[in-house]
């Protein structure tokens, strides 16, 4: 018999590599089997739902071009995409909490989502499968780059929308200041049966400047016709810009108004037909709809 040293190290390749590799499940990304980690899961769902409006975008630039009707469509199937890639990520997220997989209609949950990605999945083997292989330094990085990159694309969609909310706010600065206006108008041409020539046939002090606010310069009248001239603290977009108020009469003569490039009242005629035709030479998404052409 060979005699063997007891305390000799073993001669046989054990490497952690070659031992656990039979001890991890498949990654399917477009199943709904199987399992998948907490880190994997933010980055592949938060990547592959950038990737699929990014596709969406341009498919959608193209298709606007030949047929608007068909526009709608793609906008559906974009959003249809997301859902089915973000419930099947969901489902193998909750198997790997051991979990059934309609666990992942809390998804739909406002702030839903934070339980896929704070709570841990099962060590080992459960019900579902073998655990997850161990995340790459790539998966990492993709995980804490996709986040900011989401940020990034919220703020590029946010700033503007906000910037348009202050300029419209603005705007409207300018049209409740002008409602006490439009009221002597309304009087004035009821006592006289004619528009108001200027600010002292309706009752108001000569200066128009008399009337200014934070935004608005000044409010003049111009037979009958209100002009609001924005400027001071204005945004550059709206400073000396003006929007006008002109009087419509009605059969029964009752005076309605159009406000900058909105329509013409239907069955109306201007209080005073020759009246300079003011409207606006502010950008119409500035503008209350009312007031846009």
Not at 42 to 48: A, E, P
Not at 78 to 89: D, E, K, N, P, R
Request: aromatic content about 8%; some cysteine; charged content about 15%.
């Amino acid at each position: 018999m060979e005699n063997r040293n007891p305390y000799a190290a073993p001669q046989t390749n054990v490497t952690p590599s070659e031992r656990d590799a039979d001890e991890y499940g498949e990654i399917k990304l477009f199943s709904p089997r199987g399992r998948i980690g907490r880190v994997r899961y933010i980055g592949y769902s938060m990547g592959l739902t950038i990737l699929t409006w990014i596709v969406i975008g341009i498919i959608a630039a193209i298709v606007s071009q030949i047929d608007q009707s068909a526009l709608v469509l793609v906008i559906v199937v974009g959003y249809v995409a997301v859902l089915v890639i973000q419930f099947l990520l969901t489902i193998q997220r909750a198997h790997d909490m051991n979990v059934t997989g309609w666990l992942s209609l809390i998804w739909l949950l406002p702030l839903g989502v934070f339980v896929f990605w704070f709570v841990p999945g099962t060590r080992g083997e459960n019900d579902y499968g073998r655990r997850p292989p161990p995340n790459t330094a790539l998966v990492v990085i993709l995980t804490c780059l996709v986040p900011i990159v989401f940020i990034g694309v919220l703020a590029a969609i946010a700033i503007p929308a906000y910037q348009d909310y202050t300029l419209r706010a603005q705007v409207s600065e300018g049209l409740n200041m002008a409602a006490g206006i439009k009221a002597d108008v309304m009087e004035a041409y009821g006592r006289t049966g004619a528009a108001p020539a200027d600010r002292l046939a309706a009752g108001l002090s000569a200066d128009p400047t008399d009337t200014s606010g934070l935004y608005v310069d000044s409010i003049d009248v111009a037979k009958g016709t209100i002009v609001i001239t924005y400027g001071g603290n204005a945004n550059e977009s709206l400073a000396g810009g003006v929007l006008a108020m002109r009087p419509y009469v009605m059969s029964d003569k009752t005076v309605v108004w159009r406000c900058g490039q909105g329509p013409v009242p239907g069955g109306a005629m201007p209080m005073d037909a020759s009246a300079t035709p003011f409207t606006a030479d502010i950008m119409p998404a500035y503008l209350p709809s009312a007031c846009r052409p």
